[in-house]
């Protein structure tokens, strides 16, 4: 019996001090750790230095062929179709038309639309036309090969445009080796809607561009051939661009690739610091945005190097929150900022609509010059390096 109690004894010893020897933390063992073991977080907030509304380079390839005309700004398209089959080369081409389906508008949705179709007479690249390029000299045909009108079209119709036969036939056929098809130019002429077209590259085949063509075969029956392959551009430009040297709010507009940059002073920050997190803030100005059912509500904060570069592939998507009366865009900062505390000397983040290439929304934000509550602003946390 005595021996029983004996080892019972030993085991609850046993136990309390392997419970002792634990290696969870503790106040009193928390309290002997030098401070040197332990980071210290220190938090930084600062307002922005300065603000400007800037172009950026062209924009990238488009999910949507925006053309049409509003009071503010109007959008141009070029594309070219491939070249029509061999086998219809010497049968008689009885009519061609361009088919478009609508999938997007900006503007009065009801407004009528209209567009001239020229000839393009030089070769162009989709990642380098802009609009004073297409609109040079020499670029395309100034006689219009149609005419088309429109009194209102819907978001999910199809229009179609008549060409000319004979210049159909002039680009050839994939058998031919000289080249001569440089596409079409549409020219809006309407005044208060752009429209947009489901491009080449939908993912909905039934939505594609059409070259719709229709023959007589040799047994004198009427038949069609269709052609949806092909490249495309639009390009756009702004009426007005007084308020882009306004230093209280900042502009970010769609289709034009106009862009807000923001400018912070973080010196303060001894150089080589950890950025543990950092997040920037855009305070909206609903009254001078213009938004409609289509907006993708989100930014882009884009990394800007030392010569003014805008590096679209660093970047943070900036989401919209709603504390009280604000609606103020979040997004990560602390790639931008530890870059600046290791040197980078221009300290400045660029601001994009995330929907730039698709659409012609615009984004106000307010800007350096606004009032304190409202200047964009950055809080961040960092520690020293040990």
């Given at each position: 019996?005595?021996?029983?109690?004996?080892?019972?004894?030993?085991?609850?010893?046993?136990?309390?001090?392997?419970?002792?020897?634990?290696?969870?933390?503790?106040?009193?063992?928390?309290?002997?750790?030098?401070?040197?073991?332990?980071?210290?977080?220190?938090?930084?907030?600062?307002?922005?230095?300065?603000?400007?509304?800037?172009?950026?380079?062209?924009?990238?390839?488009?999910?949507?062929?925006?053309?049409?005309?509003?009071?503010?700004?109007?959008?141009?398209?070029?594309?070219?179709?491939?070249?029509?089959?061999?086998?219809i080369?010497?049968?008689?081409?009885?009519?061609?038309?361009?088919?478009?389906?609508?999938?997007?508008?900006?503007?009065?949705?009801?407004?009528?639309?209209s567009?001239?179709?020229?000839?393009?007479?030089?070769?162009?690249?989709?990642?380098?036309?802009?609009?004073?390029?297409?609109?040079?000299?020499?670029?395309?045909?100034?006689?219009?090969?149609?005419?088309a009108?429109?009194?209102?079209?819907?978001?999910?119709?199809?229009?179609s445009?008549?060409?000319?036969?004979n210049?159909?036939?002039?680009?050839?056929?994939?058998?031919?080796t000289?080249?001569?098809?440089?596409?079409?130019?549409?020219?809006?002429?309407?005044?208060?809607?752009?429209?947009?077209?489901?491009?080449?590259?939908?993912?909905?085949?039934?939505?594609?561009?059409?070259?719709?063509?229709?023959?007589?075969?040799?047994?004198?029956?009427?038949?069609?051939?269709?052609?949806?392959?092909?490249?495309?551009?639009?390009?756009?430009?702004?009426?007005?661009?007084?308020?882009?040297?306004?230093?209280?709010?900042?502009?970010?507009?769609?289709?034009?690739?106009?862009?807000?940059?923001?400018?912070?002073?973080?010196s303060?920050?001894?150089?080589?610091?950890?950025?543990?997190?950092a997040?920037?803030?855009?305070?909206?100005?609903?009254?001078?945005?213009?938004?409609?059912?289509?907006?993708?509500?989100?930014?882009?904060?884009?990394?800007?190097?030392?010569?003014?570069?805008?590096?679209?592939?660093?970047?943070?998507?900036?989401?919209?929150?709603?504390?009280?009366?604000?609606?103020?865009?979040?997004?990560?900062?602390?790639?931008?900022?530890?870059?600046?505390?290791?040197?980078?000397?221009?300290?400045?983040?660029?601001?994009?609509?995330?929907?730039?290439?698709?659409?012609?929304?615009?984004?106000?934000?307010?800007?350096a010059?606004?009032?304190?509550?409202?200047?964009?602003?950055?809080?961040?946390?960092?520690?020293?390096?040990?």
């Amino acid at each position: 019996m005595k021996q029983r109690f004996l080892l019972s004894s030993i085991l609850v010893l046993l136990v309390i001090t392997l419970i002792r020897c634990s290696e969870d933390p503790n106040p009193v063992g928390a309290g002997l750790l030098p401070a040197s073991d332990s980071i210290r977080l220190d938090t930084l907030t600062v307002t922005a230095t300065g603000s400007s509304s800037e172009t950026a380079i062209p924009l990238a390839l488009s999910s949507r062929i925006l053309i049409g005309n509003t009071p503010e700004m109007e959008a141009w398209a070029v594309m070219r179709f491939g070249p029509i089959p061999d086998s219809i080369l010497f049968l008689p081409m009885l009519s061609a038309e361009i088919n478009l389906r609508t999938v997007y508008h900006f503007g009065d949705s009801l407004a009528a639309f209209s567009v001239d179709v020229h000839q393009v007479l030089q070769e162009w690249g989709t990642d380098s036309l802009t609009i004073d390029s297409l609109q040079a000299p020499g670029f395309y045909d100034l006689t219009s090969l149609t005419q088309a009108a429109f009194p209102s079209v819907g978001d999910t119709e199809t229009i179609s445009i008549p060409v000319d036969t004979n210049m159909v036939r002039s680009w050839g056929t994939y058998s031919d080796t000289v080249f001569t098809n440089y596409g079409l130019l549409l020219r809006p002429t309407n005044t208060n809607v752009i429209k947009g077209f489901a491009p080449f590259i939908a993912a909905d085949a039934t939505q594609l561009p059409q070259l719709l063509m229709t023959f007589q075969d040799s047994a004198g029956n009427i038949d069609t051939a269709i052609v949806n392959a092909g490249t495309y551009r639009y390009v756009t430009r702004l009426k007005n661009t007084t308020w882009a040297s306004d230093s209280v709010r900042m502009y970010v507009r769609n289709g034009v690739a106009y862009r807000g940059v923001v400018a912070f002073d973080v010196s303060s920050i001894p150089l080589h610091a950890a950025i543990h997190k950092a997040t920037l803030q855009l305070t909206l100005d609903p009254t001078q945005s213009e938004f409609n059912s289509y907006t993708v509500d989100s930014t882009l904060s884009i990394f800007v190097t030392d010569d003014g570069t805008f590096i679209n592939s660093i970047n943070e998507i900036g989401e919209p929150q709603q504390p009280g009366d604000q609606r103020i865009y979040e997004s990560p900062a602390g790639q931008f900022v530890q870059r600046w505390v290791r040197g980078t000397a221009l300290q400045k983040i660029a601001i994009a609509g995330y929907g730039e290439s698709n659409a012609v929304d615009l984004f106000v934000f307010y800007g350096a010059a606004a009032s304190p509550e409202l200047k964009p602003k950055l809080t961040i946390i960092y520690s020293l390096m040990q």
